[in-house]
């Protein structure tokens, strides 16, 4: 018995110190309070009820916030990308679901599931922020 639980042990160890590692190279956002009020009555925001629309509201986050409908979900993800000291070239440029960094490198990532898409093999995932759906209001914060 007591080995069994010697090996859980060590397995659950092991588990988390490797995500410590891969988490020391997404350092280059900062931690910013985000707490932002949508009116998806705004002409800006009339877009967003319907599917495969994302939408980019500048001055708020790192590089601004890209909020994305699924049409049955919305998702608010930071416009900075995350695999990138923030620069002119770092901020992220949305289209339908996906968002292409405007660096040469040409990052681009999902904006449903906020993770790297082609085959750079980045180490990073957007920041996301939580999105709450109240009538025809989108509270987005974190």
Request: with cysteine.
């Amino acid at each position: 018995m007591k080995s069994i639980f010697c090996l859980i042990s060590l397995i659950i160890l092991s588990s988390c110190s490797k995500n410590s590692v891969d988490n020391k190279n997404c350092k280059f956002l900062l931690d910013l309070g985000v707490n932002l009020n949508i009116n998806l009555s705004l002409p800006q925001y009339s877009q967003l009820p319907f599917a495969g629309n994302s939408v980019y509201i500048e001055n708020i986050g790192n590089a601004g916030i890209i909020v994305a409908s699924t049409g049955a979900d919305f998702f608010a993800w930071d416009a900075s990308d995350p695999n990138h000291t923030p620069s002119a070239c770092s901020a992220l440029v949305p289209s339908g679901l996906n968002a292409t960094c405007g660096c040469d490198d040409g990052n681009e990532y999902s904006l449903v599931t906020g993770q790297p898409l082609g085959s750079n093999n980045l180490p990073c995932g957007l920041k996301n922020y939580r999105v709450e759906k109240n009538g025809n209001n989108l509270l987005i914060f974190n």
